[in-house]
Every structure is written in C-alpha cells, then in structure tokens.
C-alpha cells in the first residue's frame, strides 16, 4: 500500500469492546462485502428471485442467471486487474500490454484440451505455468529498463503474440479464435449459481493470497523500489530480484484468470476477450479507479469496469442530445464516468472511501487529527531499511543482545580499572606512610 493508504488505514479504526484491541474498520468492511458476495446466489438457490405484493409491486431478491454468470466473469477480470497491479501498483513498473499474460493462460489451456484432449483441471495449471514462463522471459531483460523503455517492451508483446495468432491461424483460430472448451467441472450454463461460487472461490483464494504477498518483507520491498529503488539498492538489496518475482507472479495469476475464463461459459479463446488492446487498456483503467497499489482496490475496479458496461447495456434510455439508447453508446458513458470518478477520486474508489470514514470518525471523536496521535508514518523506504537493518545486523551479530554484551564488557573493565586505581592508591599510600 501507498503511504497515504497506510495512514488512513491507521486512522480508520474501531474499538473492540471484548479486548479492548482496535479493530482496523477495513476489515470489517471487507468482510461484510465478501459475506455480500457470498450471499448473492442464495435467492436463486430458494427459488425466490421476486415476490408481488398486491398484485402490482414486484420487489426482486438477488440475481438472476444471466446476471450470476456476468458476475462471474467479473471476478475473473478482477483477479487479472490485481494481477496488473502487484507489478505496476507496488513496483512501479507500468505494463501497457498485460493482456499478454492473460492470452498465455487462456490459449494454453483451451488448445491443451480441444486438440489433445486434456481435462481443465490439469489444462489450466499448463496455462499458468505458460504464462509464468512468459513473464520470465518478457521480465528478466524487460526489468533492466527503465521508464518508457520497459512501457513499451510490455506494448509491444501483445501485437506479437496476435501476430502469431494471426500467422499460425490453423492452430490458434486467427482473430476469430478457438471454439469453447470444455467447462470447468462439467460446470455450464444449466448451473450459474455453482458458476458464480467456482468463480467467488478462486477470486478469494487470490486476493487473500496476493494480500499476504504484498504485506510481508517483500512486498514492503516492492514499494520501496517503486518510491526509491536507488535507495532500495544502497539498503544491500537486490531490486531486479524483486522485480522479477513481482512480474513473474503477476503473470501467473494473470495467465490462471485467463485460463480459468475460457472454461466457462462467459468466457472463450478470442482475440477480442483476451488480447485486444482494449483489454489491457480496461485492466490499468480497473486499477487506478480502485486504487492502485492496494490490490483490494484493484479488486473492487476490476468489478466495476467489467460489471458497469453490463449494466449500461440494459437501461433503456434515449439520450436527447445524441438521439441514441444508451446500449448503444455504452463504452462513451463507460469512459465518462470513469474519467468523472478519477478526477473526484484521483487516489481510487478505495483510499476515496478510507478518507470519508476517517474524517466521520474524527468528527465522531471530536478529534483533528489521525488516531495515530498525529505521529508521521514512516515511508515505504524507511520501512524497509529499518528491517532489513536490523536482520543484517542481527546476522553479523550487532544486534541488541551484542551491544548489551559490550555494555557489560565495559563496566567490568571499568570495574576492574576501578579495582586497580585502588589498589594503586594503597600501594602509594603504604610507600609514603614507610617514607
């Protein structure tokens, strides 16, 4: 997270009454929007979507199928967006083509199974693998560059993998792509809410495990090399080594969203849903509108920018300036709202709504001022020198326990010192008393 993320995160906290310990409030937040999630299909499965009242007044509960399914493809699509943000969001190496990975999975998996009969569950660990090979071979030399040179490296990598595509069309469908594979577990349409909770799982499973990545020493390192990696390399660490299992992680997760996609019904083996420019366009878009450098935040953008194209594509509505149903201009409505929610909310959807519950707090409180007593956070470098410091100096064995031994060592010398002046003393003293 950013720094300004950790402060707030700080600040927005509630008491626990049993143990008296602060309970983060983004956590309970957290868990309240994944019990939502989880509790979405339960309509579906009583068989009580919608109830009249009086006859007249329909009230829906809960989702239909054809939405269930929609939501499922957007939690594949938030798992590639937070794929895209451990590398861009924390290292600060911005991938313009991160569609390449999630091609990789996608393709792998789907020709493992159409031509050589391979089941999804053994396809799809193929189609991560693929993608991660790929992120090494992409990342190794890419990470060497800097700035513009590596955006470009990554821009680049998606038109050649069409290229072959489009070259090898016998093999890979040309831009029409591949026929669907098989389901994942024989799972398709006739089944959306075991769709949806197939898909809720392994998104879980993903950001709790990207979570634990980001939160531990070397995702702390992460976000030292993306504020300062000269300094990150003076602290003794090796940052092209972070980097590098950042983007290889990165492009495996993005490779198991893409390869998971195609073995659902939402999802197939095209160049439009996987490749396109546009789709490694949406996947930044879905991070910064979340919040980059968070991933939750990622999580809740990829949501939305998979789910609000969706949405626009049902309301019925004439617009009167451009004379056009809204269905039909959805990606300009899409793009503006998207630009009005950046400029209202430049630090993302997430750090937006950490800021509005923080201030509340305050206010509540009666405070002016964070509840970390106003004290300055340490920035990421700062954090990560004072870590590795301290391992470093406990490995040469200059840590505290040393320096208590030297402390030690000294008053007994100096007690000894001590002891000999007194001696001294009565050895002069006896030779005076004789003189």
């Given at each position: 997270m950013?720094?300004?993320?950790?402060?707030?995160?700080?600040?927005?906290?509630?008491?626990?009454?049993?143990t008296?310990?602060?309970?983060?409030?983004r956590?309970v937040?957290?868990?309240?929007g994944?019990?939502l999630?989880?509790?979405?299909p339960?309509p579906s499965?009583l068989g009580?979507?919608?109830?009249?009242?009086f006859?007249t007044?329909?009230?829906?509960?809960?989702?239909?199928s054809y939405?269930?399914l929609q939501?499922?493809?957007?939690?594949?699509f938030?798992m590639?967006?937070?794929?895209?943000?451990?590398v861009s969001?924390?290292?600060?190496?911005?991938?313009?083509?991160h569609g390449?990975?999630f091609?990789?999975?996608g393709?792998?998996?789907?020709?493992?199974n159409?031509?050589?009969?391979?089941?999804?569950?053994?396809?799809i660990?193929?189609g991560?693998a693929?993608?991660?090979?790929g992120?090494?071979?992409i990342g190794?030399p890419?990470?060497r560059l800097?700035g513009?040179?590596?955006?470009?490296v990554t821009?680049?990598?998606p038109?050649?993998?069409l290229?072959?595509?489009?070259?090898?069309?016998g093999t890979?469908g040309?831009?029409?792509?591949l026929s669907s594979?098989?389901?994942l577990l024989?799972?398709g349409l006739g089944?959306p809410?075991?769709v949806y909770?197939?898909?809720?799982?392994?998104?879980?499973?993903i950001?709790?495990?990207?979570l634990?990545v980001t939160?531990s020493s070397?995702?702390?390192v992460?976000?030292?090399i993306r504020?300062?990696?000269?300094?990150?390399?003076a602290?003794?660490?090796?940052?092209?080594?972070?980097k590098?299992?950042?983007f290889?992680?990165s492009?495996a997760?993005?490779?198991l969203?893409g390869a998971v996609l195609v073995?659902?019904?939402v999802?197939n083996?095209?160049p439009s849903?996987?490749?396109?420019t546009q789709?490694s366009?949406e996947?930044?878009?879905a991070?910064i509108?979340g919040?980059?450098?968070?991933i939750?935040?990622?999580a809740?953008?990829?949501?939305i920018?998979?789910l609000?194209?969706?949405y626009?594509?049902t309301v019925e509505y004439?617009?009167?300036?451009?004379?056009?149903p809204v269905s039909?201009?959805?990606?300009l409505l899409?793009a503006?709202?998207?630009?009005?929610?950046?400029?209202?909310?430049?630090?993302?959807v997430?750090?937006?709504?950490?800021?509005?519950a923080?201030?509340?707090?305050?206010?509540?409180r009666?405070?002016g001022?964070?509840a970390?007593?106003?004290?300055?956070a340490r920035?990421?470098v700062?954090?990560v020198?004072?870590?590795?410091?301290s391992?470093?100096?406990r490995?040469?064995?200059?840590?505290?326990?040393?320096?208590?031994?030297t402390t030690d060592?000294?008053?007994?010398?100096?007690?000894?010192a001590d002891?000999r002046?007194?001696?001294?003393?009565?050895?002069?003293g006896?030779?005076?008393d004789?003189?």
């Open positions: 950013s720094d300004d993320t950790l402060g707030e995160d700080a600040a927005v906290e509630q008491s626990s009454p049993a008296g310990r602060s309970l983060p409030a956590y937040a957290g868990l309240i994944l019990a999630l989880a509790v979405l339960v499965l009580v979507e919608s109830v009249t009242l006859g007044v329909t009230i829906t509960f809960g989702l239909s939405q269930l939501v499922a493809g957007a939690f594949y938030a590639f967006a937070m794929s895209w943000d451990v969001g924390y290292t600060g190496q911005i991938s313009f083509g390449f990975f091609a990789l999975g393709y792998t998996s789907a020709l493992l159409l031509t050589y009969g391979v089941a999804p569950l053994a396809a660990p193929a991560v693929v993608a991660a090979l992120g090494v071979v190794v890419a990470l800097r513009p040179y590596l955006s470009l821009l680049v990598a038109q050649v993998l290229s072959v595509f489009i070259l090898f069309s890979f040309g831009e029409l792509g594979p098989d389901n024989g799972v089944n809410v075991l909770y197939i898909a809720f799982a392994l998104f879980v499973a950001l709790a495990v990207l634990a939160r070397a995702g702390a992460f976000t030292a504020e300062d990696e000269d300094a990150v390399a602290a003794g660490l090796n940052p092209a080594k972070f590098t299992f950042a290889v992680l492009a997760v993005g490779g969203a073995h659902t019904p999802g083996p095209q849903q996987l490749l396109a789709v366009i996947v930044i878009i991070a509108l919040g980059m450098g968070t939750v935040g990622a809740i953008g990829g949501l920018v998979y609000l194209p969706e626009l594509n004439v617009v009167p300036v451009l004379d056009a039909e201009i959805d990606f899409f503006v709202i998207a630009l009005v929610l950046l400029f209202v909310m430049p630090g993302g997430l750090r937006a709504a950490l800021r509005i923080r201030d509340r707090l305050s206010d509540r009666g405070e001022v964070a970390d007593g106003g004290r300055r920035t990421p700062e954090q020198r004072e870590r590795w410091r391992a470093v100096e490995t040469l064995g200059r840590g505290p326990d040393r320096e208590r031994r060592g000294r008053r007994s010398d100096g007690r000894r002891d002046d007194a001696n001294r003393g009565h050895e002069n006896g030779d005076t004789e003189h």
